[in-house]
């Protein structure tokens, strides 16, 4: 078992590095940025096309938090190609196994992010925005300058969570061929026949990676919330 252990993890890490950490932290990014757009466009009170845009956000968030991760994979990777549309696909819209992962999962990612981002906006006091108006600052400025720094700290620990879960949900990528360190301990399985190890051991790692996660959650924390005055 040990010699198992001691041949595989090598492998297992080198998939971790060259696809897992990568996917997870551009697909966190790209889904940030969705997911501070979604939030800013259903939050604004502009009349006319904003409320066009309010209604095609508000579906995209209800359909990317209805539907499991791993249909949304199959539809992006398996369904698009036979999705065929006159000038710009006549051929189906076809992927690459990591562009429709990295998709996939940015989509997902700023679906259930931008809740987070919205309700932490929401939780600033209104009194913050008056305070702002009251100084001659424009809803912009009040916004960046006021509002977004202070609801940076306050989603920040769910949003961490967001990408704790996301490194973990990357594993579902071996469903649509990517390489990553669980498709690589399903090969190796395949070739030693010991699967409870294998699987033990890509868990291991996985947990490994969570936890050094967790910890610069808790740092950053740590970090943001220095200069925040304890009442009492």
């Known amino acids: 078992m040990w010699d198992i252990i001691v041949n595989a993890t090598p492998q297992l890490v080198v998939a971790g590095l060259k696809y897992t950490i990568p996917i997870s932290i551009v697909s966190f990014l790209l889904g940030l940025i969705l997911a501070l757009i979604t939030a800013l466009i259903r939050l604004s009170s502009q009349k006319g096309l904003f409320r066009i845009l309010k209604a095609i956000?508000?579906?995209?968030?209800?359909?990317?938090?209805?539907?499991?991760?791993?249909?949304?994979?199959?539809?992006?990777?398996?369904?698009?190609?036979?999705?065929?549309?006159?000038?710009?696909?006549?051929?189906?819209?076809?992927?690459?196994?990591?562009?429709?992962?990295?998709?996939?999962?940015?989509?997902?990612?700023?679906?259930?992010?931008?809740?987070?981002?919205?309700?932490?906006?929401?939780?600033?006091?209104?009194?913050q925005w008056e305070a702002a108006f009251s100084i001659g600052m424009t809803r912009s400025q009040a916004l960046s300058r006021i509002i977004l720094p202070q609801a940076v700290r306050v989603s920040l620990p769910p949003l961490a969570n967001s990408f704790i879960g996301l490194v973990k949900d990357t594993s579902l990528a071996a469903s649509i061929t990517i390489v990553e360190m669980f498709e690589v301990s399903q090969q190796i399985a395949a070739e030693n026949y010991q699967p409870l190890v294998m699987y033990c051991l890509v868990a291991a790692l996985y947990a490994i990676a969570c936890s050094l996660l967790s910890w610069l959650q808790g740092y950053l924390e740590k970090v943001t919330s220095r200069y925040v005055t304890n009442a009492g």
């Open 57 to 127: 956000f508000r579906f995209y968030v209800w359909l990317f938090r209805s539907t499991p991760l791993l249909v949304q994979l199959f539809i992006v990777y398996f369904g698009l190609p036979y999705l065929k549309i006159a000038v710009i696909a006549p051929e189906g819209i076809k992927l690459t196994p990591l562009v429709a992962g990295i998709i996939t999962f940015s989509l997902n990612t700023g679906a259930y992010c931008s809740e987070t981002i919205r309700a932490s906006i929401l939780s600033i006091p209104k009194g």
